[in-house]
């Protein structure tokens, strides 16, 4: 510990030795764990070089991490975890007339994308973590993805990489000629030794010969079994064709273990053809579907995935997915989507005709339906999210990842599947089938319980069969997913022991002490040790308030996570989950870094302990309950139901403070204020009383406070209802907490609207529990949650929907209720009969019964910013489609994630500035570039409070710009 601290006394950047961050790092997507001594955030070359020579000198391991969505066990390890994916984010350079450019490792593949397309170029290969995962691990596992049979994989695109060697030195790695070849084996250092090595083991015609015997086809382009030295014998230096020598191509698939990667040149290509359209072809049997694969691949596809049953059913699970499988028609066994691109429409259909053709003379398919337009896009999304889906399985039987990564020629592939059905056969496995099928790499699962021995035992013995069945049919046991762990060990089956032992070799050349990512490639971890959880553990018993048997209990609503890392997109991609992560790029911010701390911290806790754990205070500090990870996780992973339960039982344990009881009852501190209005709102205006009131409670001193009112809802509605006595459906318009004592000018606006459009009003008055729920207050909600059911039956028994006008109100009746009441029949059917305002009105549009006719001609500019739990627990188009029911209404809705408010959250002193960067990512410049007429809507009344501090707009909620837009 004492050189760890000297070590971090050198370091520009960050050197972590704590017990959460070394717990959040001992796990990636894969199904290993191991507790490293540290973890490193360097901010330079010269951190990392310090790194390396500390390292060397300690005789300790560096293990290299991007994103950490490795499903191999490569960013697993117990030396120094080095992650370069906060601060190594630059792209450096850009040639587009050579059609390269420079970046480093932690540049995310779709945002170095974004920056290329106005060039129009881009990067081709394409995982499916193409949305968080960074060049740098691209080049360690040598990545293809979807369209690597058009462009090929990472190792085709490497130009040069700049790297640190394990002697400290800089080094890069470039195409040579045979001049500048002998040159680097004159050198007098490490590099040259590394030169001089290599050409006197590959100029060796017995080795020559071995490696071309032993290794994988050459015809299969996703090769990445051990060292790729089979490329390097294309060089005229070992009398192959190219003219060059480039290390990048030995390097590319190294996964860490030579060189420490600081700067990465590539090659880009053009952007694809503009037209393109997707033919989806349904098959009722796997074998059918193989069957096709060959004859369609004729037809110079961008793309030819394979999705089977298991891993379609679990989309219908998923609440982002479950919308994206609008063209699979029936049941399918499986389906092939199939990507076609043309410069032209009627070239397009052309190749879809001839495409068409050759899919009906084989008679395999049942329905073949063609995508155009941005369809494709939601077909390929669903492909993606497969890996993710799979954590969608409820329990401890899981799609494990050890035979997944299997690559053989593509007219190998449909034998090679029957052996393999007929090994799993035997095993009695059903296991799953999905991916690249174009490419002869279908992504194989078997289900198994890596809790208990004997599915431990089966985890090798199946993928030692499989190994050996691959090895048959000269293929690539890993085809782009690396070795890492699981597969290292089968490297001397799979190209040979002589070939092994020179792998070994050139090991020791580059890296003498084996400091470079120890137990990958060579000198293997076993593959069954080290494992995520304890064999044959008794579980766990963990009694909570909050109901959640949908996974079988806490913990596995937890472990549900399996690390794919969707959560660690930023806030240049879609979707707003994690909003503190996109401001603080911590791995604690993240669901995953949630649920793994989680998951480690119950088990290791003792019985009466298990939340009283100051590590899970601080990954739930920064979480702002938004729920986007509960519908935009794969596997569902729903943290702010755990961050709740999390909460309360942390406070029945440690106590409540002042603060968070005062936000709890805040609804009951609102009623009181209310009655004196005017005083309160007087005291809440005041600079020096108000800062007073927020200094002793803990409340930033740049937030202003809500003011509270009050008004007879009852009243008021008599009132409209005389005015206005058209009578047609009943409805009850729900006034919320934040309504009755906050927001009353809205509640008004929500009855006229209502009254005004002919709807029979009735008034339901009750608090949600939102924010005891935020606050762990389980008790009081589970309280209120009772005795609002009773409440909202009635109605259900009447046919009568409910509305709501607060998102975090309303939806708490779809959501935390179902874990609050033991009655969950009653609850879904209450579920399904309450709406957002915006749901109920655009179901009439829909139907018909709303118009345009009733509202005005005047031409108004329109922005929409929709609450975070809107986004996870309905949708933001029933907002849009509303406020378009003026004919002149322009209305677009502002891609942004979360506000940044979040109830209490944004209130909270050590939480404002987290609270106000998440607001500057997207939201605030995106309201300051609106023209000064431009109506902002917010249907939050947090969001409308955020928008006001944080950009001096005032907002308005969708139900009140439709209000002013009626006609009499």
Same mark, same amino acid.
């Given at each position: 510990?004492?050189n760890?601290?000297? !070590?971090?006394?050198?370091?520009?950047?960050?050197?972590?030795?704590?017990?959460?961050?070394?717990?959040?790092?001992?796990?990636?997507?894969?199904?290993?764990?191991?507790i490293?001594?540290?973890?490193?955030?360097?901010?330079?070359?010269?951190?990392i070089?310090?790194?390396?020579?500390?390292?060397? =000198?300690?005789?300790m391991?560096?293990?290299?991490?991007?994103a950490?969505?490795?499903?191999?066990?490569?960013?697993?390890?117990?030396?120094?975890?080095?992650?370069?994916?906060?601060?190594?984010?630059?792209?450096?350079d850009?040639?587009?007339?050579?059609?390269?450019?420079?970046?480093?490792p932690?540049?995310i593949?779709?945002?170095?994308?974004?920056?290329? /397309?106005?060039?129009?170029?881009f990067?081709?290969?394409?995982?499916?973590?193409?949305?968080?995962?960074?060049?740098?691990g691209?080049?360690?596992?040598?990545?293809?993805?979807?369209?690597?049979i058009?462009?090929?994989?990472?190792?085709?695109?490497?130009?040069?990489?700049?790297?640190?060697?394990?002697?400290?030195?800089?080094?890069?790695?470039?195409?040579?000629?045979?001049?500048? +070849?002998?040159?680097?084996?004159?050198?007098?250092?490490?590099?040259?030794?590394?030169y001089k090595?290599?050409?006197?083991?590959?100029?060796?015609?017995?080795?020559? /010969? %071995?490696? =071309?015997?032993?290794?994988?086809?050459?015809?299969?382009?996703?090769r990445n079994?051990?060292?790729?030295?089979?490329?390097?014998l294309?060089?005229?230096?070992?009398?192959?064709? %190219?003219?060059?020598?480039?290390?990048?191509?030995?390097?590319?698939?190294s996964?860490?273990?030579?060189?420490?990667?600081?700067?990465?040149t *590539?090659?880009l290509?053009?952007?694809?053809?503009?037209?393109s359209?997707?033919?989806?072809?349904?098959?009722?049997?796997?074998?059918?579907?193989?069957?096709?694969?060959?004859?369609?691949?004729?037809?110079?596809?961008?793309?030819? %995935?394979?999705?089977?049953?298991?891993?379609?059913?679990?989309?219908?699970?998923?609440?982002t997915?479950?919308?994206?499988?609008?063209?699979?028609?029936?049941?399918?066994?499986?389906?092939?989507?199939?990507?076609?691109?043309?410069?032209?429409e009627? /070239?397009?259909?052309?190749?879809?005709?001839?495409?068409i053709?050759?899919?009906?003379?084989?008679?395999?398919?049942?329905a073949?339906?063609?995508?155009?337009?941005?369809d494709i896009?939601?077909?390929?999304?669903?492909?993606?999210?497969?890996?993710g889906?799979?954590?969608?399985? *409820?329990?401890?039987?899981?799609?494990v990842?050890?035979i997944?990564?299997?690559? *053989?020629?593509?007219?190998?592939?449909?034998?090679?599947?029957?052996?393999?059905s007929?090994?799993?056969?035997?095993?009695?496995?059903?296991?799953v089938?999905?991916a690249?099928?174009?490419?002869?790499?279908?992504?194989?699962?078997?289900?198994?319980?890596?809790?208990?021995?004997k599915?431990?035992?089966?985890?090798?013995?199946?993928?030692?069969?499989?190994?050996k069945?691959?090895?048959?049919?000269r293929?690539?046991?890993?085809?782009?997913?690396?070795d890492?762990?699981?597969?290292?060990?089968f490297?001397? !089956?799979?190209?040979?022991?002589?070939?092994?032992?020179?792998?070994?070799?050139?090991k020791?050349?580059?890296?003498?002490?084996?400091?470079?990512?120890?137990?990958?490639?060579? &000198?293997?971890?076993?593959?069954?040790?080290?494992?995520?959880?304890?064999?044959d553990?008794?579980?766990?018993?963990?009694?909570?308030?909050?109901?959640?048997?949908?996974?079988?209990?806490?913990?596995?609503?937890? /472990?549900?996570?399996?690390?794919?890392?969707?959560?660690?997109k930023?806030?240049?991609?879609?979707?707003?989950?994690?909003?503190?992560? #996109?401001?603080?790029?911590?791995?604690?911010?993240?669901?995953?870094?949630?649920?793994?701390?989680?998951?480690e911290f119950?088990t290791?806790?003792?019985?009466?302990?298990? +939340?009283?754990?100051?590590?899970?205070?601080?990954?739930?500090?920064?979480?702002?309950?938004?729920?986007?990870?509960a519908?935009?996780?794969?596997?569902?992973?729903?943290?702010?139901?755990?961050?709740?339960?999390?909460?309360?039982?942390?406070?029945?344990? @440690?106590?409540?403070?002042?603060r968070?009881?005062?936000?709890?009852?805040?609804?009951k501190?609102?009623?009181?204020?209310?009655?004196?209005?005017?005083?309160t709102?007087a005291?809440?205006?005041?600079?020096?009383?108000?800062?007073?009131?927020?200094?002793?409670?803990?409340?930033?001193?740049?937030?202003?406070?809500?003011?509270?009112?009050?008004?007879?809802?009852?009243?008021?509605?008599?009132?409209?209802k005389?005015?206005?006595?058209?009578? @047609?459906?009943k409805?009850?318009?729900?006034?919320?907490?934040?309504?009755?004592?906050? &927001?009353?000018?809205?509640?008004?606006?929500?009855?006229?609207?209502?009254?005004?459009?002919?709807?029979?009003?009735?008034l339901?008055?009750?608090?949600?529990?939102r924010?005891?729920?935020?606050?762990?207050?389980? =008790?009081?909600?589970?309280?209120?949650?009772?005795?609002?059911?009773k409440?909202?039956?009635v109605?259900?028994a009447?046919?009568?929907?409910?509305?709501?006008?607060?998102?975090?109100?309303?939806?708490?009746?779809?959501?935390?209720?179902?874990?609050?009441?033991?009655?969950?029949?009653?609850?879904?059917?209450?579920?399904?009969?309450?709406?957002?305002?915006?749901?109920?009105?655009?179901?009439?549009?829909?139907?018909?019964?709303l118009?345009?006719?009733?509202?005005?001609?005047?031409?108004?500019?329109?922005?929409?910013? @929709?609450h975070?739990?809107?986004?996870?627990?309905?949708?933001?188009k *029933?907002?849009?489609?509303i406020?378009?029911?003026?004919?002149?209404?322009?209305?677009?809705?502002?891609?942004?994630?979360? $506000?940044?408010?979040?109830?209490? +959250?944004?209130?909270?002193k050590? #939480?404002?500035?987290?609270?106000?960067?998440?607001?500057? !990512?997207?939201?605030?410049?995106a309201?300051?570039?609106?023209?000064?007429?431009?109506?902002?809507?917010?249907?939050?009344?947090s $969001?409308? #409070?955020?928008?006001?501090?944080?950009?001096?707009?005032?907002?308005? #909620?969708?139900?009140?710009?439709?209000?002013?837009?009626?006609?009499?």
């Amino acid at each position: 510990m004492e050189n760890m601290n000297a !070590l971090r006394q050198e370091l520009a950047g960050d050197l972590l030795t704590d017990n959460l961050s070394t717990t959040l790092y001992a796990t990636d997507a894969s199904v290993y764990r191991k507790i490293p001594k540290a973890v490193a955030f360097p901010r330079n070359v010269g951190d990392i070089k310090k790194i390396v020579e500390f390292a060397s =000198k300690n005789n300790m391991g560096l293990i290299p991490r991007t994103a950490g969505t490795s499903l191999a066990g490569q960013c697993v390890g117990d030396g120094i975890v080095v992650d370069v994916s906060k601060h190594f984010t630059q792209i450096i350079d850009l040639d587009v007339a050579n059609k390269r450019v420079t970046i480093q490792p932690g540049v995310i593949r779709d945002e170095l994308n974004q920056y290329l /397309e106005p060039h129009g170029l881009f990067f081709g290969p394409n995982t499916s973590t193409s949305n968080r995962c960074m060049l740098g691990g691209m080049v360690g596992n040598n990545s293809s993805g979807t369209t690597s049979i058009q462009y090929g994989v990472t190792r085709d695109k490497v130009i040069s990489l700049k790297t640190i060697l394990s002697d400290g030195s800089e080094v890069e790695f470039k195409p040579l000629s045979k001049k500048e +070849f002998q040159e680097k084996i004159a050198l007098d250092s490490l590099e040259g030794k590394i030169y001089k090595d290599l050409f006197n083991e590959l100029s060796n015609k017995e080795i020559q /010969e %071995e490696i =071309k015997n032993e290794f994988p086809k050459t015809e299969i382009h996703r090769r990445n079994t051990g060292y790729a030295i089979d490329e390097l014998l294309k060089s005229s230096i070992f009398d192959g064709p %190219e003219e060059t020598f480039n290390y990048c191509n030995l390097l590319t698939g190294s996964e860490g273990t030579l060189a420490f990667t600081t700067e990465i040149t *590539v090659h880009l290509d053009e952007i694809p053809p503009k037209y393109s359209a997707m033919v989806v072809t349904h098959y009722t049997t796997l074998e059918d579907c193989l069957s096709d694969v060959v004859p369609v691949m004729d037809h110079g596809l961008h793309l030819c %995935e394979m999705m089977d049953k298991v891993i379609l059913d679990c989309t219908k699970n998923n609440k982002t997915q479950l919308k994206n499988r609008f063209f699979v028609e029936g049941d399918p066994a499986a389906l092939l989507m199939l990507e076609l691109k043309a410069d032209s429409e009627e /070239e397009l259909q052309n190749e879809i005709k001839k495409l068409i053709a050759t899919i009906k003379a084989s008679g395999l398919s049942y329905a073949n339906p063609i995508l155009y337009g941005g369809d494709i896009a939601k077909a390929v999304e669903l492909r993606k999210a497969g890996l993710g889906l799979l954590g969608n399985i *409820v329990g401890d039987m899981k799609a494990v990842a050890c035979i997944e990564d299997t690559a *053989v020629a593509l007219e190998d592939l449909k034998d090679f599947i029957a052996e393999f059905s007929e090994i799993m056969k035997g095993y009695k496995q059903n296991a799953v089938y999905y991916a690249h099928a174009g490419a002869g790499e279908l992504h194989l699962r078997p289900i198994l319980n890596l809790k208990k021995s004997k599915d431990v035992a089966l985890f090798r013995s199946i993928t030692t069969d499989v190994a050996k069945l691959t090895k048959k049919y000269r293929g690539s046991f890993s085809g782009e997913h690396g070795d890492g762990i699981v597969r290292a060990e089968f490297i001397p !089956l799979m190209i040979g022991e002589k070939n092994y032992e020179l792998l070994k070799r050139i090991k020791a050349s580059f890296d003498p002490k084996g400091i470079f990512n120890p137990g990958k490639i060579v &000198d293997a971890f076993p593959m069954d040790e080290s494992l995520r959880y304890e064999i044959d553990r008794d579980e766990p018993e963990i009694i909570t308030l909050m109901d959640f048997s949908d996974s079988e209990g806490i913990l596995k609503a937890a /472990e549900k996570c399996n690390g794919s890392g969707d959560c660690r997109k930023t806030h240049h991609a879609k979707g707003g989950m994690c909003p503190s992560y #996109h401001a603080t790029k911590n791995e604690k911010d993240t669901t995953r870094g949630r649920a793994n701390a989680f998951r480690e911290f119950l088990t290791t806790g003792g019985a009466s302990d298990r +939340f009283n754990q100051s590590e899970l205070k601080e990954v739930f500090d920064l979480c702002l309950s938004c729920k986007a990870c509960a519908s935009e996780c794969p596997s569902n992973v729903d943290i702010a139901s755990l961050k709740a339960e999390f909460l309360y039982q942390y406070q029945e344990q @440690n106590g409540y403070s002042l603060r968070s009881k005062l936000f709890a009852y805040n609804t009951k501190l609102n009623k009181i204020g209310s009655k004196v209005a005017w005083l309160t709102n007087a005291v809440y205006g005041s600079e020096w009383l108000s800062g007073l009131l927020k200094q002793s409670v803990g409340v930033a001193k740049e937030r202003s406070m809500p003011k509270v009112s009050s008004f007879n809802f009852n009243k008021h509605l008599q009132k409209v209802k005389l005015q206005d006595n058209k009578i @047609n459906n009943k409805v009850v318009l729900y006034i919320d907490e934040f309504t009755h004592y906050m &927001d009353t000018d809205l509640g008004k606006d929500a009855i006229e609207l209502l009254t005004r459009l002919g709807y029979d009003v009735q008034l339901f008055y009750a608090e949600s529990g939102r924010t005891y729920l935020s606050k762990g207050f389980l =008790k009081q909600a589970k309280k209120l949650a009772l005795d609002n059911v009773k409440e909202l039956k009635v109605f259900l028994a009447q046919d009568t929907p409910v509305l709501g006008i607060e998102p975090s109100a309303i939806l708490s009746f779809r959501d935390e209720y179902k874990r609050l009441v033991p009655d969950q029949e009653g609850v879904k059917a209450i579920a399904d009969n309450v709406f957002l305002i915006e749901e109920f009105l655009a179901k009439e549009i829909e139907k018909g019964l709303l118009t345009s006719d009733r509202f005005t001609k005047e031409a108004k500019t329109i922005k929409i910013h @929709n609450h975070c739990h809107q986004k996870a627990l309905s949708n933001q188009k *029933v907002t849009f489609d509303i406020l378009n029911l003026p004919e002149n209404y322009s209305v677009t809705i502002i891609s942004s994630g979360c $506000c940044g408010m979040a109830g209490s +959250f944004g209130y909270e002193k050590e #939480h404002y500035d987290v609270s106000m960067q998440i607001g500057e !990512l997207k939201l605030f410049p995106a309201i300051r570039m609106s023209g000064e007429t431009t109506i902002i809507s917010a249907n939050g009344t947090s $969001c409308r #409070h955020q928008i006001k501090d944080g950009t001096d707009r005032d907002a308005m #909620h969708p139900i009140t710009i439709l209000k002013n837009a009626l006609v009499n």
